[in-house]
Structure formats: structure tokens, C-alpha cells
């Protein structure tokens, strides 16, 4: 199927690992240029060049940390001196740890914002100006499942979540008159370093062991898995093809049936 993404250039944030990684290699797949960007400046070499191994697009690894305005700026910068214009941005770099109000300090919460809320609005704002001026693009933000449903124990990086699946929307009545088309995937539980993060902090709040957390999350999901990350990868790949021209602001769960919300 031709899914016109092919000689598209796409930026992905947090490229080196993850659901990011996934989503490079997706995006590869199908013919895209890409801009891969991550702290780790080894591990992000590393990554570009598997990824652009037996693959006809580019992949320029750009080392940088997105919680810093100016280093924001020079991956656009950089992105835009080796590849030209990018067409597709990928909002993915973020974290923020799992913890009640009282054990997360203000510190904790101004991280955890400065690299998702302010990553994402200052990568979106980089990239918009051109997309809309040539009335094409994607913009692709991976949220999480906890935005839409607040926990006592998830509560900053629900928060931010929630800041994000707004922001979506407003983008895409924004950027939507220019055919730049803004959407928001959330996933649940997925197979990542990250989620092997959460466990881990998951067995120090609650004292159950290892095994007990991933078998209990394995099977409250009704397809009796976690996600992997190609199972986002998948609809990122979609909503940046020609197929997907008219969805727009949608913000769409990948949780193997987990959120039940009309
Ligand atoms: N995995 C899940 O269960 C899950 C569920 C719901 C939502 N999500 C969301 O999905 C996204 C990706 O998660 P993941 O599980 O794939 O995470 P991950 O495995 O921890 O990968 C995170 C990526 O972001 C990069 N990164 C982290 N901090 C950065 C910074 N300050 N500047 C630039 N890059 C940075 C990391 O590389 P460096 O460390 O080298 O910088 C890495 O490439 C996140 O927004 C997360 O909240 C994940």
C-alpha cells in the first residue's frame, strides 16, 4: 500500500530507545528522512545507524537536551541545515516518575514539565511556522492513558498528560486551516526501558515483587499483554500517511482495550 510518506523528513524525539526508536525505525521502513534526537550521543549513533542500515532514506542523529530552550533551537536548526524541512514531528521524549503528591518534590514536577509540556510546545512551535506555510504536515504527540484518567500514585506525569491531550486539540484547530494535522496517541503500559523504570518504582511504593507487577499488568489488559512499541509505531506511521488526511485532534488510546470510556 502506498502510503505517500516516502521522501517525507521526520523529526522524532527521543529516537535512541522506546517507543521513540519504534517509530524511527516505522517511519524508515516507509521511506522517510530522519532526524533522531536523545541525551545519550552514543547510544543515538548507535541507534541512526541500525536504523538507517538496508534503508534507502537518511538518519542524522542530533544529541541534544529538549528540557533547554537553546538546545531546542539548534536541533531545528541543525535539522533544518541537514535535511531541509521537516514535515513530521514526533513528540515522544518524556518522563516523570511514579509517586504520590508528598513524595514528589517541586524539582521532580519542573523536570518532568520542562521536558514533556515544554518540549513538546517548543518542538511544535519550531516546526509549525514552515509546515503551515507549505500546507503539509504532522504533528504526532505520544501522550499516555493516565491524562484521561488521573491516579493518586501517577500524579504529575498525569498531569502533564492532561496539559498535552489539551494542547493537542488546540493545535489542531490551529494548524488544521493549513492541512498540518495534530494528533495524540496514548499508551498504556508498553515494552520500554521506561516501563522497566516504572516497575522497578512500582515495587518500592507498593512492596510487591517484580513478578507480581508484570503478571498483574499483563492481565488487566483484556488482550492479555502489555503493548510493545511497535504497536504505536503502527498508528504513527498511519496518521502520517496520505490515508489519514481527514483525522485530525483525535486522541487515540493503544492499550489493548484497557480504557473502557465512552
Ligand atoms: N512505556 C510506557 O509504558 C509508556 C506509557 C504511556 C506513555 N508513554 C510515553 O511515551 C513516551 C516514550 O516513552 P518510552 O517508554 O519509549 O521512554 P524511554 O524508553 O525512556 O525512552 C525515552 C527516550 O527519550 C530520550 N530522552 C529522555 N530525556 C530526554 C531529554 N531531556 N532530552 C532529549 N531526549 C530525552 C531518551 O534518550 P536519552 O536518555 O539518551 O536522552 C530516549 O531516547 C514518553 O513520553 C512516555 O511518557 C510511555
Known sequence: MELGI??????????SQGIGRACAEALAEEGANLVVVARDAERLATASREIASNRSGRVIPIAADLTVVNEVERVFKEAENS???????????GSAPLGFIGDL??????SCFDLKLMGYV????????????RKWGRIINIIGRGGHFP?????????????????????????GPDNVLVN???????????????????????????????????????????????????????????KANFINGSLIDIDGGVSRAL
Open 6 to 15: 516516502s521522501g517525507r523528513n521526520a523529526l522524532i524525539t527521543g529516537g
Open 83 to 93: 535535511l531541509g524541512q521537516i514535515d513530521i514531528l514526533v513528540n515522544n521524549a
Open 105 to 110: 518534590g517541586d524539582e521532580v514536577w519542573q
Open 122 to 133: 517548543r518542538c511544535s512551535r519550531a516546526a509549525m511556522g514552515g509546515m503551515r506555510g
Open 151 to 175: 491516579t493518586a500514585k501517577y500524579i504529575a506525569g498525569g498531569a502533564i498528560n492532561a496539559a498535552i491531550l489539551n494542547i493537542t486539540q488546540a493545535l489542531a484547530e490551529e494548524c
Open 184 to 242: 495524540g496517541i496514548n499508551p498504556a503500559a508498553t515494552a520500554t526501558e521506561r516501563w522497566d523504570t516504572l516497575v522497578q518504582q512500582r515495587m518500592e511504593i507498593t512492596g510487591q515483587t517484580e513478578e507480581q507487577i508484570r503478571k498483574a499488568s499483563a492481565s488487566s489488559v483484556p488482550l492479555g499483554r502489555i503493548g510493545a512499541p511497535e504497536d504505536i509505531a503502527n498508528m504513527v506511521v498511519y496518521l502520517c500517511s496520505e
